[in-house]
């Protein structure tokens, strides 16, 4: 029995392990911190759909000029992805499973985190920071998710999906790619944000070295903050969970550290108090994201892997 037991305990790489998601989360927290220290907003180390809304913007998608600028870390968490999976031999083309349905599902999630204000990820560091409005956040996620659960075991599906031509497997590194050379290229059809939160930011380089860790790591250990609460809710295993729990208490002893702590709901960093609004927003996301199968990060992270399907999302 014992012989067996070691046995499999052999199979389990480092990433897979309790040890391996605490050790993702702790790295994800320092270097949130980092990056704040370093210029980001506060509270916004890190946030896919803030980030992916300023990348819209610079690219002229929009007009608010107080959200313009190509954010390296997506680049990096994209790219990051895509080198761990190629090393390991993971990287796959693949799609086909009901994009539309994913389409419209992946809106859904994003005005669901601008209404909140932030990605499941950056609702974790807001709750570091000492933000109470994301409490009532982090209660519409786990509701949103809840409800998400019930449409799987009602029997929802976007279906399977399929190895397709070995180009699109790369179309979103390329693009990542791509936004670099615009980034550091500025040709004038870019804008760039003057003031407001895109406005903040920490040293190209720097954003794009951490967002490349973060994204080897969340491909490593498949780190998701909706699949934390969806396996503890529907299987009972907490190896997801560990993973965002440790980024809040990383985060909130940095900013403690650094004197960025601040317990309430009133004035806080990228933010407001409509506690409704909130809470519906968050279970927006919660919902979507568990019907899509990931968190925005994690949709991010496979599109990297050469999932097409996510990169519609």
């Known amino acids: 029995m014992e012989k067996t037991k070691k046995a499999s305990d052999e199979k389990v790489s480092f990433f897979e392990s309790k040890k391996g998601i605490i050790f993702t989360g702790a ?36 007009r608010a000029e107080v959200v313009q600028y190509i954010r390296p870390e997506i680049i990096g968490l994209i790219l990051g992805a895509f080198i761990a999976a190629y090393a390991g031999k993971e990287f796959q083309s693949k799609g086909g499973s009901s994009p539309i349905t994913r389409f419209f599902l992946g809106i859904a999630v994003m005005i669901g985190a601008l209404m909140f204000l932030g990605c499941p990820l950056r609702m974790m560091l807001r709750i570091g920071g000492g933000d109470l409005n994301a409490i009532i956040g982090l209660a519409g996620f786990a509701a949103g998710i809840g409800v998400g659960i019930v449409f799987l075991n009602k029997g929802f599906s976007l279906k399977r999906n399929y ?13 990542a790619i791509g936004l670099f050379i615009l980034l550091i290229a500025a040709p004038a059809f870019i804008f760039f944000s003057k003031e407001g939160p895109a406005s903040q930011h920490a040293p190209i380089a720097i954003s794009l070295l951490c967002g490349l860790i973060v994204g080897l790591l969340a ?35 940095g900013n403690v550290a650094l004197s960025n702590f601040k317990l ?18 968050m279970a927006l996301v919660g919902w979507g994201s568990v019907l899509l199968g990931g968190c925005p990060l994690r949709q991010l992270i496979l599109s990297g892997e050469g999932n097409s399907d996510s990169a519609v999302t």
């Not at 190895?163 to 390329?174: A, E, H, L, R, V």
């Not at 809710?233 to 965002?244: D, S």
């Open 219 to 253: 491909q490593k250990t498949r780190l998701c903050m909706v699949g934390g609460m969806r396996d503890q809710i529907m299987f009972k295993q907490n190896y997801l969970l560990l993973g965002f729990v440790t980024i809040i208490v990383v985060t909130a002893i």
């Open 163 to 175: 190895k397709t031509s070995s180009f699109d497997g790369y179309i979103m590194p390329i693009f």
């Open 27 to 62: 790295v994800v927290g320092i270097i949130a911190i980092i990056l704040v220290a370093l210029g980001n907003p506060k509270t916004m180390g890190f946030c896919i759909a803030c980030f992916e809304r300023d990348i819209a913007g610079a690219l002229g998608l929009h």
């Open 264 to 281: 309430g709901f009133e004035a806080q960093p990228v933010a407001h108090t409509d506690g409704l609004w909130n809470f519906l927003g």
